[in-house]
């Protein structure tokens, strides 16, 4: 979608479509080594909390795109959460505040490549991750284009 509309954006835009996620996040440490970002932003599921007899993860459906915070290999920079919030605030794009206890997004591959990558996340609350039903929530899935396509218009 974001690509399609080709929004005008002052920076260079590199967008990396990286797989072997499972197998040791080898598609985002290769490219992001090639291209050598000024900074990184990861896109990708986070779990939900919100489902039965789950553990208690405070990311919920329906409250908004998550920014993450950390996840098990990477905390995000402070520079970089500190905008995507200020961005969705900015904007009026509903978030929540994501932290992974295990497993990790694409970014923590970018963020120690070379001499190191800022890198944050923008997550999508997901119920049921690592599944074969895996279910989002269709505003969440908006409010992260938005803060996407703000992101690319206004940078960090």
Known sequence: TLIKENPPSPFDLYFVFAVQAEVGLRGEKTSAYSIQPDYAISISPIQSGDIPKGPPVPVKLNHGVAVTVKDERMIT?????????ELCQEEGIKYQMGIRESGSSGGASAQLSRFGVPTGAIS???????????MSSEADIEAALNLLRCLVRKGI
Do not use: A, N, Q, S
């Not at 920079?77 to 919030?85: A, K």
């Not at 999508?124 to 895996?134: D, K, S, V």
């Open 77 to 85: 920079m402070p520079v970089i959460r500190d905008r995507l919030i």
């Open 124 to 134: 999508i609350p997901t119920r049921y991750l690592h599944t074969g039903c895996e």
